[in-house]
């Protein structure tokens, strides 16, 4: 993880001075005719995998209608926020509604981005990640050597990102 709290990483970045969390959900799927992916970027009342990005391992879920939308929310490959976005909220090219498993999206992908899609298609891109920023959360510590567990309870949701792997088995794409 970089020291310098103004550059941007794949596991956190520094907003202000307010941390952005990011985690990895599954995706899976195919990339519809009109360049469409939808699926759950944020699975409710569902854990993570072990996350260590503290210095004692945990595991996290969400609450349902935990997770607020940012004023301009866009989607990424990797978390690099460098490139240009595949569909931003401001345009209307990336979309998110709840529902009783979690938070849902639909992405419509720039024609020009053959290669994501078939990406997606191949499965060599399987999961999307979120970053966010978290305002309330509880915390269940165990015993010695036992993960501990954190509920979100509210956070802002800053952007989503296509990746490799995820970290929430739960998040699937339609």
């Known amino acids: 993880m970089s020291k310098n709290p103004n550059e941007y990483t794949n596991e956190t970045r520094m907003?202000?001075?307010?941390?952005?969390?990011?985690?990895?959900?599954e995706l899976r799927g195919l990339v519809r005719e009109d360049g469409g992916i939808s699926g759950i970027a944020v699975p409710y009342n569902k854990m993570s995998v072990l996350l260590r990005d503290r210095p004692r391992p945990y595991r996290e879920r969400f609450d349902p209608d935990s997770m607020n939308i940012g004023p301009n929310v866009a989607l990424f490959v990797q978390h690099d926020a460098s490139s240009l976005p595949l569909a931003r909220t401001g345009a209307e090219t990336l979309q998110f509604e709840e529902s009783p498993e979690g938070l849902r999206f639909y992405a419509r992908l720039p024609e020009s981005r053959k290669d994501v899609m078939e990406a997606i298609t191949r499965g060599d891109i399987g999961g999307v990640s979120i970053g966010f920023m978290v305002e309330e959360?509880?915390?269940?510590?165990?015993?010695s050597g036992t993960p501990s567990t954190r509920v979100v309870r509210k956070a802002t949701l800053i952007e989503l990102s296509l990746v490799a792997a995820g970290a929430y088995p739960d998040a699937l794409l339609d």
């Open 15 to 25: 907003l202000t001075k307010d941390k952005v969390h990011t985690r990895m959900m």
């Open 137 to 143: 959360d509880t915390w269940e510590h165990r015993g």
